[in-house]
């Protein structure tokens, strides 16, 4: 095959420009044959190139499509987790509203301290109390007030709220008693009463009775707390429902009253959003107290 020279090309292109020739027709019929197939070939090569690389990108878009998919649906950041949803609490016309606590827990003080406003506000429109987890996880200072605040509540209920604000501002049983003026006499009578009925200072003098071997048991609710699945303090339940409510007397409140068919009155009344310290005393809380029991075994 003969060659073509470089010079062939020079020479044909200063013919086209004065214009005598064309480019091929400038060249011998072999050599304009050969640069015809260059070019041909040229051409679709450079076709061939651009389209494997249109598939080629395609097809990589598609790969990185089709590969999110799966690790979306298993990378849990990529996702949306999936949560046990809190019990609905269903409404009433005089929601049944119980605070399950251990009277020395700190958490369960700063939740009565957050309660007792709102107990005040809607005693009159709500059935509201306090009970008791079904064991004690601060010895028997807490076994005694428990069954103490247990007998005020039952037989002198008008003297309980009073009993209960002096003692969540202060650890001094006595003087509340004195101050919410409450019948000791009467008091003592219930306290031995229920001690003798429930088993309660035997049972915490038993530690082969005590839960996981480490905290005694307290009785008196453990039917309700099994009903309930109360794990430890404060675990607040309106109409048989756990509810959520952080720890201050406006979140208390607006749990209760979103329990009644037809909220009353007193529910547009606005209770201080500010939590106390956990524990006794009135001190401000230094952030957001959070619901949830904060007291409590992890095994039971």
């Known amino acids: 095959m003969r060659k073509v ?37 040229l051409v679709i090569g450079t076709l061939g190139f651009v389209v494997m690389g249109v598939y080629a990108l395609k097809g990589s878009s598609a790969k990185a499509n089709n590969s999110n998919t799966p690790v979306a649906a298993n990378n849990p950041a990529a996702t949306t987790p999936t949560q046990t949803p809190a019990a609905t609490v269903t409404k009433s016309d005089r929601p049944k509203v119980e605070l399950f606590v251990m009277a020395y827990c ?51 209920s008008d003297k309980y709220i009073p009993y209960l604000q002096c003692f969540t501002g202060k650890d001094d049983y006595a003087a509340c008693l004195a101050s919410a003026g409450v019948n000791t006499k009467n008091l003592d009578s219930c306290v031995a009463s229920v001690n003798k009925q429930y088993g309660i200072i035997d049972k915490y003098n038993d530690q082969s009775t005590w839960v996981n071997g480490q905290y005694p048991q307290y009785p008196i609710y453990a039917d309700l707390n099994t009903q309930y699945g109360v794990q430890g303090s404060p675990t607040l339940i309106i109409n048989g429902a756990e509810a959520q409510a952080n720890r201050t007397p406006e979140d208390v409140k607006q749990a209760i009253c979103a329990s009644f068919t037809n909220p009353p009155s007193e529910c547009q009344t606005t209770l201080s959003n500010t939590p106390t310290s956990a524990g006794f005393g009135t001190t401000a ?13 992890p095994a039971q």
């Open 5 to 41: 020279h470089f010079s062939y090309f020079i020479q044909s292109f200063n013919l086209m420009v004065e214009g005598k020739k064309t480019f091929f027709e400038s060249l011998e019929p072999k050599s304009a044959l050969l640069v015809g197939l260059v070019a041909g070939i």
């Open 106 to 156: 700190p958490y369960g003080l700063q939740m009565e301290k957050a309660y007792l406003p709102a107990w005040s506000l809607l005693k009159n429109k709500a059935d509201i109390s306090v009970k008791f987890v079904d064991y004690s996880m601060h010895g028997l200072k807490e076994v005694e007030e428990n069954t103490r605040q247990y007998c005020i509540e039952k037989d002198q």
């Open 285 to 297: 809380g230094t952030a957001a107290a959070s619901g949830g029991a904060g007291c409590a075994t």
